[in-house]
C-alpha cells in the first residue's frame, strides 16, 4: 500500500494549543435576559462569581445503547466540549448471552454449535480456533484434506466478512450504493456456504477431527466464480470510493491511532496493521497450511480510517489469492479423523453395523472424554486474534473455556482514537473498528 497521501492533512488534536485556538473560536458572552433564564443571581457575573465564558465547560452525552454500525449493542459515554470528544467509555453487556458458562456445560462435540454464534459474521473462524483447541488437548492430528478444506472456508469466510464491512462502513459514511454491492457480492460466498454446510452462517462445520462433510460436487467452479466476480468487484469499490472527496474527508486524518499506542492496548487485525506493525498469526504464528501459501501481510502508515479501509479492502484480494492456491494443493482424503471414539461412523454405515450405531449414539450423547489439561490456541479472524483458552478435567466437557475476543479488545482503542476529534466523526471512527458485539458480549 502507497505511503502517498495527499496534503495538506486535517488538523490533528496533537498540534499545538495556539492551533486550536483558531480553530475553535470563543463563545460569546452571556446576555441579561438569557442570564435570567438560566436563574443566575444578579450581580454573579460581573463580580466574576460565574464565569459565563470559560473555554472548559464539558457536557456528558449518551450515544446509544444503540445498533448502527457496531453489529449489535453499543453504549457510549462522551464526554464534550463544544463538539470535540474529550473522553469516551464504550459500555458493553447489552448482548450478553453467556457463552463461555455455557460451553462448560456442554460437550466438546455440541461445542462448536455454541462458539460459532459469538462473531457471528465470521462463524467459521469461531468454530477452527475451539476445534484446534480441543484437538490439541486430544492429541489428534487431521488429515490434510480437511486441513485445507478449513483453509478454504476460512478465507472465504474472511472475504464475506470484509465485504459486510465495506458494505456497513459505506452506509455509515453516505454511501448507499457500497451497502447494496456488499450484500450483493457476500450473497455469493453465503450461498456456497449453503451449499457446503446446509446453513448461510452458524454452519457447525468445523468440528474436533476435521469438518462435517467434504465439499460438494462442482465446489472448484463456485470457487472459481466466487473469486473471478469479487476480485473485479474490488476495483469497481476502488473506484467508487477511494478518490472519493467526501469519503477522504470523513476517513483520512480521522481517528488516528499510533503504533505505540495500538500495541500498548493489544490492539490486533487492521487496527494494528493500519499503525504500520506488519502482525498476522497467518504468518508471524503459522497454523493450518498457512505457511505453504504464498500472500502478503498489507499494512498502512497512519493508523486512520482511511488505512482500515484500504487494509480490509487489500485483504479480500490476499484471501481470494489464498484461495486459489488451496483449490490447486487439495489433497484428496478423509475430510476427518477415522477415530470412532471421536468423529461418528457414516450416516449409512449405522443402518449396518451395530457396532456404527453404538459409536454414533455414545458420540453424540456422552461425548469423547478429553485428557486433562490446559492450552491456549489462536487464529487471525478477519478482526483480529481470536483466541480459546481451553481447561479439561479428563471429563466429555470443558472445565473452563474462554475466548479471547478481538472486538473486545480493541474497543480499548475507541478513547484514543476519538479524543480530540468531533462527534460528527464517532460513528465513522466505531464503524472503521468492526466490532461485533456479539464476541464483546459473549
Not at 92 to 99: D, E, F, I, Q, S
Not at 385 to 411: A, Q
Amino acid at each position: 500500500m502507497s505511503a502517498e497521501r495527499p496534503v495538506p492533512r486535517p488538523w490533528s488534536p496533537a498540534e499545538t494549543s495556539e492551533g486550536r485556538q483558531e480553530l475553535t473560536p470563543a463563545p460569546s458572552a452571556l446576555d441579561r435576559s438569557l442570564a435570567s433564564v438560566l436563574r443566575i443571581p444578579e450581580g454573579a457575573v460581573e463580580a466574576g462569581l460565574i464565569d459565563v465564558e470559560r473555554e472548559d465547560e464539558t457536557m456528558i452525552i449518551n450515544m446509544g445503547p444503540q445498533h448502527p454500525s457496531t453489529h449489535g449493542v453499543l453504549r457510549l459515554m462522551l464526554q464534550l466540549e463544544g463538539e470535540t470528544v474529550l473522553r469516551t467509555k464504550p459500555v458493553v453487556g447489552y448482548l450478553h448471552t453467556g457463552m463461555e458458562k455455557t460451553a462448560e456445560e456442554l460437550t466438546y462435540v455440541q461445542g462448536p454449535t455454541n462458539v460459532t454464534r459469538m462473531d457471528y459474521l465470521s462463524p467459521l473462524h469461531n468454530e477452527l480456533v475451539f476445534s484446534l483447541a480441543t484437538e490439541a488437548l486430544l492429541g489428534v492430528e487431521v488429515p490434510p484434506r480437511a486441513v485445507w478444506i478449513r483453509m478454504l472456508m476460512c478465507e472465504l469466510n474472511r472475504v464475506s466478512s470484509h465485504l459486510m464491512w465495506l458494505a456497513t462502513n459505506g452506509m455509515d459514511l453516505g454511501s448507499t450504493s457500497m451497502m447494496i454491492y456488499g450484500f450483493r457480492e457476500r450473497e455469493l460466498v453465503l450461498g456456497f456456504f449453503e451449499k457446503t454446510t446446509g446453513l448461510r452462517m452458524n454452519h457447525n462445520y468445523i468440528r474436533p477431527g476435521g469438518v462435517a462433510a467434504d465439499l460438494p460436487d462442482g465446489w472448484e467452479d463456485d470457487v472459481d466464480v466466487i473469486c473471478n466476480t469479487v476480485l473485479e468487484r474490488t476495483y469497481e469499490y476502488d473506484e467508487l470510493l477511494t478518490g472519493q472527496p467526501i469519503f477522504r474527508e470523513r476517513t483520512e486524518g480521522v481517528g488516528s491511532l499510533s503504533a505505540e499506542v495500538a500495541v500498548a492496548l493489544s490492539a490486533t487485525g487492521p487496527i494494528l496493521r493500519s499503525t504500520g506493525v506488519p502482525w498476522d498469526l497467518r504468518r508471524a504464528m503459522p497454523y493450518l497450511a498457512y505457511d505453504q501459501v504464498d500472500f502478503d501481510v498489507i499494512v498502512g502508515t497512519y493508523g486512520d480510517n482511511f488505512d482500515r479501509y484500504s487494509i480490509r479492502l487489500n485483504e479480500i484480494r490476499e484471501s481470494i489469492r489464498i484461495i486459489r492456491q488451496v483449490v490447486e494443493k487439495m489433497p484428496p482424503g478423509d475430510y476427518r479423523v477415522q477415530d470412532a471414539k471421536v468423529t461418528p461412523p457414516p450416516r449409512r454405515r449405522i443402518d449396518e453395523s451395530m457396532e456404527a450405531l453404538i459409536h454414533h449414539f455414545k458420540v453424540f450423547t456422552e461425548g469423547f472424554r478429553v485428557p486433562e489439561g490446559e492450552v491456549y490456541v489462536a487464529v487471525e479472524s478477519p478482526r483480529g486474534e481470536l483466541g480459546c483458552y481451553l481447561v479439561s478435567d479428563g471429563t466429555s466437557k470443558p472445565y473452563r473455556c474462554h475466548i479471547r475476543g478481538p472486538s473486545f479488545v480493541n474497543l480499548q482503542t475507541l478513547p484514543a482514537m476519538l479524543r480530540g476529534g468531533l462527534i460528527a466523526d464517532a460513528v465513522a471512527v466505531i464503524s472503521s473498528v468492526d466490532p461485533v458485539m456479539g464476541e464483546v458480549d459473549r
